[in-house]
Nanobody, 115 residues
């Protein structure tokens, strides 16, 4: 397994931006798919964005055009750039690294979008 640590959450006003980071304990992001999930209060965890080892990215419909996932293998870091934030983006955001032999999760970082 690999340890993942998210950071970058916080309180932001609607329309604002945040960049979340997911740092891995070892160099692995070039060989795993990395997912960002979020969980709003009282709701199920949902997939927000993903990036494959080949660099292919996918996004959930509610965040398309606003969120961007990227990877810096040299820094063992995956980012989630979140723009034009809305109150419904509020929740705990989790990083997940997955492969046939691996499924690791971070502890999450809280994003609150409120005026």
């Amino acid at each position: 397994q690999v340890q993942l640590a998210e950071s970058g959450g916080g309180l932001v006003q609607p329309g604002g931006s945040l960049r979340l980071s997911c740092v891995a304990s070892r160099s692995i992001f070039s060989i795993v798919t990395v997912n960002w999930y979020r969980q709003a209060p009282g709701k199920q965890r949902e997939l927000v964005a993903a990036i494959t080892p080949a660099g292919t990215t996918t996004y959930a419909d509610p965040v398309k055009g606003r969120f961007s996932i990227s990877r810096d293998n040299a820094k063992n870091t995956v980012y989630l750039q979140m723009n034009s934030l809305k109150p419904e983006d509020t929740g705990d955001y989790y990083c997940n690294a997955v492969r046939f032999d691996l499924n690791s999760w971070g502890k999450g970082t809280l994003v609150t979008v409120s005026s």
